[in-house]
């Protein structure tokens, strides 16, 4: 993972069917401590006032504001600095139109996306826009300053040197990887629809090439202006301090939790999905961003409290860690929007592993060696962040419909560095977890690989674990392993012994991480038998019909004996 914001930009910018191109689009990067306290400048403009006065407002304003924004002390906010940036260049504009007749028109829209840390700060005023795609949805964050009315939509209220003093909006995002920006003049989306837009941003591609077929789109939709665009991708980003998760999370309140019907935060509940000793889940609608989602919330018991942020706390510190598919994602909310403590989550239609375990048919090798290794997989990305789960069990993964796997609930995890601060006793679930934690042991890879055999054991078994199920609050007793063949007869050998390994009640038993546990999965699939040869009599095989053709046996033996006398 990055340790910096890095970014992926181009632009591009054609005349048209205009006669000059009153056009500015500009990038500035600056060296590593600017980007680090200033981040790093997109921006655009699009002047007005023709050839004697249009590029020159336009030009002139994105250059003074880069060379002002970077001058100013970087203790200023990114809103405050922005605006100071603004004022001399907006004056200078307002006095050309006041004192000089060929000048009168002279203005420009501009928009500025500064990247910084994790958050991207916009600065408008105008008409040009700013789109972000992110998760296949494009949103328009900028709002137009035009009149509303259709045959007035092109004549704009609000733009630098239109009035002495500049008003511009000032908007703050936080930053997901992977999220596709779009900086374009009226030109590009006056003529081009958003479902169009989205379509040529979702094409993928390098900045370059989607930005060339943006403006390329626009001129053959007939725009009559100046085509301009700007296309950046978000291709790293740092990992949020801990201390700034915690300050985020203590000044959120936990309410009386929802119930299905309600609104929170632009969040329609629209059916509640799970119910624990912590926390609600819902399905919901994100009527702001449009799309699916699944919301959290804590149980307001005022002794779990804090327990409760910290658990907060550490989903969102290991999901901005650890980039990999099979782990599940928080959705991080735009500055300001969240009221009360909750965690978003991507909706995804899907059965938990322990629902499926439950279903006929039993799950095959094949399926169940699937799961295994994608499941490990993600056990492995956070390991090797020294990051331990230490609640894995089927009831924490999600299988969704497309084939893949999530790994929930990661709020009793351990942390690299961030050791535990609530001694709330042993976490986790008793009948998975690794004897040697019941006697202090906070968790390591062996006690995850333990809690990933028993798993794998319980979904072959539908059901059962391989030392008996194990009462909560309760010191695990002295059992011995039950082989998987008294569940599933049909299963290899191999298969047996690789589980028998990975939870033997000795640690240094097991294997040492779970690439070992998944090397020999996959060595035995590739070279093993695929099904048990049974050694097994016929009366250990099904001694029910044993004993019912003995009978029938010993019943026409005893009928032909009787006749036989009879004779």
Not at 53 to 61: D, I, L, Y
Not at 348 to 358: A, M
Not at 539 to 557: C, E, H, R, T, Y
Request: hydrophobic share 40%; with cysteine.
């Amino acid at each position: 993972m990055s340790e910096q914001l890095q970014i992926r930009s181009d632009f591009a910018s054609k005349t048209g069917k205009r006669a000059s191109n009153q056009d500015y689009v500009a990038i500035f990067e600056g060296n590593a401590g600017q980007r680090n306290r200033q981040g790093i400048v997109h921006a655009i403009a699009d002047g007005m006032g023709g050839a004697l006065g249009g590029r020159q407002a336009a030009e002139s304003t994105v250059r003074s504001f880069i060379d002002a924004y970077y001058s100013l002390p970087d203790t200023l906010s990114i809103e405050r600095a922005a605006g100071q940036a603004l004022v001399a260049i907006n004056r200078w504009i307002h006095s050309q139109r006041r004192n000089d007749r060929q000048l009168e028109n002279m203005a420009t829209t501009f928009s500025a996306l500064i990247l910084r840390h994790r958050h991207a700060h916009i600065i408008h005023i105008g008409d040009s826009r700013i789109y972000r795609l992110r998760e296949h949805q494009l949103q328009q964050l900028t709002t137009d300053h035009s009149h509303s009315h259709p045959d007035m939509k092109h004549v704009i209220f609000r733009a630098i040197g239109f009035e002495e003093d500049a008003r511009f909006d000032y908007l703050k995002h936080s930053l997901n990887l992977h999220d596709r920006f779009l900086l374009c003049s009226d030109g590009v989306s006056g003529v081009l629809s958003d479902k169009r837009l989205q379509s040529l941003l979702q094409q993928g591609g390098s900045p370059d090439d989607c930005v060339n077929h943006i403006i390329d789109a626009a001129l053959q939709a007939g725009s009559q202006d100046n085509v301009s665009g700007l296309v950046l991708d978000v291709v790293g980003l740092p990992p949020p301090d801990h201390s700034e998760l915690a300050n985020e999370f203590e000044a959120l309140p936990i309410f009386a939790l929802p119930k299905a019907g309600d609104t929170v935060d632009g969040f329609m509940l629209n059916q509640q999905v799970f119910e624990g000793r912590y926390s609600r889940l819902f399905k919901a609608r994100d009527t702001i961003e449009n799309r699916d989602v699944v919301l959290k919330f804590p149980h307001p018991r005022i002794e779990d409290e804090v327990s409760q942020r910290q658990a907060f706390i550490r989903e969102s510190w290991i999901t901005s860690h650890s980039h990999s598919p099979w782990v599940i994602k928080m959705i991080t909310l735009a500055p300001n929007r969240q009221s009360r403590l909750y965690s978003v989550m991507p909706c995804y239609h899907c059965q938990t592993l322990e629902q499926r375990l439950l279903c006929s048919p039993k799950i095959n090798l094949e399926e169940g060696v699937a799961i295994s290794l994608k499941l490990a997989h993600a056990i492995d990305s956070l390991n090797r962040k020294q990051i331990f789960h230490r609640d894995i069990k089927p009831e924490n993964i999600m299988l969704p419909e497309d084939g893949g796997l999530k790994l929930l609930d990661l709020g009793v995890a351990r942390l690299p560095g961030l050791e535990e601060q609530i001694k709330s006793g042993v976490p986790g679930t008793p009948s998975f977890m690794a004897p040697e934690m019941f006697s202090g042991e906070a968790g390591n890879e062996r006690t995850e690989i333990y809690a990933l055999g028993v798993t794998i054991y319980r979904f072959f078994s539908a059901g059962h674990y391989p030392y008996g199920e194990q009462e909560a609050f309760s010191r695990p007793r002295e059992k011995k392993y039950i082989p998987l063949s008294r569940y599933r007869p049909d299963l290899p050998a191999w298969l047996d012994q690789i589980l028998q390994t990975a939870t033997a009640t000795d640690p240094s038993l097991r294997f040492s991480d779970v690439i070992e546990l998944c090397y020999q999965i996959e060595d035995g699939l590739a070279n093993g038998a695929k099904t048990r040869i049974s050694n097994q009599s016929y009366l250990d095989k099904n001694p029910v019909k044993f004993w019912q053709n003995v009978s029938l046996i010993l019943a026409i033996a005893f009928f032909m004996a009787l006749i036989s006398h009879a004779l």
